[in-house]
């Protein structure tokens, strides 16, 4: 196990790396890295970040924080063993689909801990095929953590990192002016009238993945 390595090192900071997307990208995934990373190295402990997307052909620093390069095979298949061998980390965390990396958990070993993102109930096969050997897995929420152990895995929940002062209700608030933010108003800053009802959704990639035409059925079904 990773956590008895250090503790034979007879450290209190551990060395990670990170695999996932780069602290500049402006996604869900980038913008979790980057609030994430900053805590981490906080608290004194040492990141490397792996970028899976990101950054191509040469190494960079963003945020104070080395960031290494895929090469040529996806997903880092080929580069992955040499960056552990050069860095020696204690984990290699993973914030990132883990469906397009199968061969990590073989290539890492007891190194590798993937923060799973589950998309639906039960969980899919590509990834409990992904992350089935692993001797640790972390979940997002509590209903994550449910479903990884209904397929015999053995999680533990670590919320994911958001930056609150960034992302947050401003209903209320004094905006710049030094007017009180009020919800009918925030609807017709984005063209909608007070009463209409508004959905979000997160979809950085519209594709298919994102699965926009059920979604749309859905929103229909809804408005009847």
């Known amino acids: 196990m990773c956590f008895i390595r250090i503790r034979k090192r007879g450290r209190c900071v551990i060395r990670i ?7 500049q990208a402006k996604s869900g995934y980038g913008v979790a890295s980057k609030n994430i990373i900053s805590r981490l190295k906080g608290h004194g402990h040492e990141v490397t970040l792996f970028t899976m997307w990101g950054i191509i052909g040469q190494r960079a620093v963003f945020d104070g924080v080395l960031h290494l390069p895929v090469r040529s ?9 040499s960056y552990v ?5 204690d984990i290699v965390l993973q914030l990132y689909d883990e469906w397009p990396s199968p061969d990590y958990q073989r290539i890492l070993g007891d190194l590798y801990c993937p ?13 409990y095929n992904a992350i089935k050997d692993t001797w640790r897995q972390f979940a997002f929420c509590e209903w994550a953590a449910t479903e ?8 533990r929940v670590a919320y994911l990192g958001v930056d609150t002062q960034v992302y947050r209700p ?13 919800k009918g108003k925030l609807k017709q800053a ?6 209409d009802f508004l959905i979000g959704m997160v979809a950085a990639n519209i594709d ?7 979604q749309f059925r859905v929103y229909a079904d809804f408005a009847k």
């Open 115 to 127: 923060w799973v993102v589950l998309h639906y109930s039960p969980v899919e096969e590509p990834i």
């Open 85 to 89: 061998e050069e860095f020696q980390p």
């Open 17 to 23: 790396l990170w695999v996932g997307v780069g602290t």
């Open 208 to 214: 298919h993945r994102k699965a926009l035409e059920p």
């Open 148 to 155: 990884l152990k209904t397929k015999g895995l053995n999680p």
């Open 73 to 81: 095979a996806p997903f880092g298949i080929d580069v992955i063993e």
């Open 170 to 182: 401003l209903i209320g608030e004094m905006n710049r002016q030094g007017n009180i933010i009020e």
């Open 190 to 195: 984005v063209g909608a009238d007070p009463d």
